[in-house]
C-alpha cells in the first residue's frame, strides 16, 4: 500500500486536520479537573457507545484480527461476540449503573471506597503501570503497521502518533477523547465494511467464498500428499482439522487452533471480558462521564449492538483474502493485501483514515486514563487531598504530557528487543486483572466479603497467575525435571480464569475468619445502596 494516489493523501490529510479540530475545539470548554477526567459529565449516551467500540477496536485489531481469520478463520469473532456482548449487556444493567451512582472518578477509587485505601493503591498501582507501558506498545505497534502500510520509518511513525493523540488529549480530556473517538468509529467501521462489500462482490457472495476457501484447502491437501509421496517433511501440521473449523465458531480442544472452546468461553467469556468492560478504567471512565444514569446505561447497550457488526467488519476480510491471495508469508499482510488490490484511489486513502482513527483512538484512550489514575489515586490521595479543579486540571495536564514523553521513550527502547512484545503485556495484564475484577465483583455483589480478606486474596490471585506463567515455561519447566504446564501458544486466558478462582474462593473463605466492614463500606454494595434509597 505505500503506492498511495495525491487524493488517498487528500482524503487522510482532511481526516487528520477534522480530528485535531474536534480535539482543540472540545479543548476549549476544559476549565476544570473534573472537566479533564469526566467531562464535566455532560456526555450523551451515543457519543460514550460509540466511543467505547472504538476504543476497543485499535490499530493492532484491525490487522492482527484479519491476520488471524486468514490464519484461523472464524473462530476469532468470539472475542466480539462471545468476549464483549453478553459482558457489556451485564455491566450495562448491574454496575456501570451503580458506579455511576456513586459519583467516582476511578475504580480503584470505588475500590477504597467498598475495601481499603491498601487494596486502592495496589490495584491503581497494577493499572498505571500497565497503561503506561502498553502506551509505548501501541505507539511501536502503530508505526510498525504505518510503515508497511504506507512507508513511514519507524522512529517518525512514533512520533507522529503520539503527537496527534496527545495533542487534542492534553487539551480536551475525556471530552475530546470521546467526540474524536465518534469520528474515528465512523470512519474505521465504515472504511472496513467497504472493502468487506467490495471483497465479497470480487468473490461472489457469501457462498462462493466458501467454495473458494474449501477449494484453497483442497489444493494445500493436494500438495501435502504430493510432498508426502516424495518423503518430504509435511508442509503443514494440523491443516485438515484447521480445514473442518475454519468457519465455525465452536473449536474443538484437539485442534491446532489458539482458540478451544474451553479458553474462549471461560478465559474470555468468563473472566478477561467481564474485567474489561467491568474493571478497566480506560472502558469505564467513559460511562463515568454520562450526562445521567440512564445515558451511562444505553451507552453500553449501543456499544453492544454495535459490537454485532465489528466481526464482519475485521475478521471477514481475512477471510476474503484466503480466498483470494492464499499462501501468504505473513498473516498480518492479509488486510493490506487486499485492500491495496481491490480498492480504488480515494477509497484506499479512507481506509488509511481509518486505520489511523483506531491507533489514535486506542492511544489517546489510556493517554488520559493513566493519568485520571495517577492523578486522582496517587496525586490527590497521597500528595495533595485539599487540591481544587484548578491544579488537578494543571496535574492532569502535566501528568498526560509526561506520559507521552515516556511512551515515546519506552517505544524507541522496545524498537531494540526481539520479542512478542504484545504477547508479553497480554500476558503482564493477565497477572492481575482476573484477581482485581474477582474482588471487585465480590465487592459489589456480598455484603459479607471483608476488606482484609479482598486484599489478601488480590496477592495470592496475582500470585497463582505467576506461578502458572513460571509452570508453563520450557526453562523452568526443565530447571525443575518436569513438562510444561500449558503447551499451548500464548496461554494467557488460562492464567486468568485459575487466578480469578483462586482470588474468589480465597476471599470468600478468608472473609469467614476476618471482621465484617463498616456500615459505611457495606453501603457501596447493591444491596447497601438499594436499602438506603429504600429509607
Sequence with gaps: MTQLAVLDYLVIAIYLVVTIGIGLWVGSYVKSGQDLFLAGRSLPWWAVGVSLVATDIGGTDLIGVGGTAYRWGLAVANFEWIGCIPAMIVAAFVFIPHFWRCGITTIPEFLERRFSLPLRTAVAGCWFVFMACNLGVM???????????????????????????????????????????????????????????????????????????????????????????????????????????????????????????????????????????????????????????????????????????????????GLIAFALYPGLENPDGALPTLISAILPSGLRGLFVAAFLAALMSSVDSYLNSAATIFTNDFYRRFLRPNADERQLLNAGRFVTLTLAIWAIGFA????????????????????????????????????????????????????????????????????????????????????????????????????????????????????????????
Aim: hydrophobic residues 55%; charged residues 10%.
Design 139 to 317: 505507539l511501536l505497534a502503530s508505526a510498525i503497521f504505518l510503515q508497511s502500510l504506507i512507508g513511514v520509518p519507524v522512529i517518525p511513525g512514533i512520533l507522529a502518533t503520539a503527537l496527534f493523540a496527545g495533542a487534542y488529549t492534553y487539551f480536551g480530556g475525556l471530552a475530546a477523547v470521546v467526540y474524536t473517538d465518534v469520528l474515528q468509529g465512523v470512519v474505521m467501521i465504515g472504511g472496513c465494511l467497504l472493502a468487506v462489500a467490495i471483497g465479497l462482490w470480487q468473490v461472489g457472495g457469501i457462498g462462493p467464498l466458501k467454495e473458494r476457501v474449501d477449494q484453497q484447502f483442497e489444493r494445500q491437501k493436494e500438495a501435502r500428499l504430493v510432498a508426502m509421496a516424495a518423503d518430504q517433511p509435511e508442509p503443514a501440521v494440523g491443516e485438515d482439522a484447521r480445514a473442518a473449523s475454519y468457519f465455525s465458531l465452536i473449536v474443538p480442544v484437539d485442534t491446532p487452533s489458539p482458540f478451544p472452546w474451553p479458553a474462549i468461553l471461560f478465559g474470555l467469556a468468563l473472566v478477561l471480558s467481564p474485567g474489561y468492560w467491568i474493571g478497566n478504567q480506560a472502558i469505564v471512565q467513559r460511562s463515568l462521564g454520562a450526562r445521567s444514569e440512564f445515558d451511562a446505561k444505553a451507552a453500553y447497550v449501543c456499544g453492544a449492538l454495535l459490537k454485532n457488526i465489528i466481526p464482519i467488519a475485521v475478521a471477514v476480510p
Design 412 to 535: 524507541l527502547f522496545l524498537t531494540t528487543l526481539d520479542a512478542a512484545i504484545y504477547t508479553i503485556f497480554q500476558t503482564l495484564l493477565s497477572f492481575f486483572q482476573g484477581p482485581a475484577i474477582a474482588v471487585l465483583l465480590l465487592g459489589v455483589l456480598f455484603r459479607r466479603v471483608t476488606a482484609d480478606a479482598a486484599f489478601v486474596a488480590f496477592f495470592i490471585g496475582v500470585a497463582t497467575s505467576m506461578t502458572l506463567f513460571l509452570l508453563s515455561q520450557n526453562w523452568f519447566a526443565t530447571a525443575v525435571g518436569t513438562t510444561p504446564l500449558f503447551r499451548i501458544a500464548d496461554p494467557f486466558l488460562y492464567y486468568s480464569v485459575w487466578a480469578f478462582l483462586a482470588t474468589g474462593v480465597s476471599c470468600v473463605f478468608l472473609s469467614y475468619f476476618t471482621r465484617t466492614d463498616s456500615p459505611e463500606r457495606l453501603r457501596y454494595t447493591l444491596r447497601g445502596w438499594k436499602q438506603e434509597v429504600a429509607q
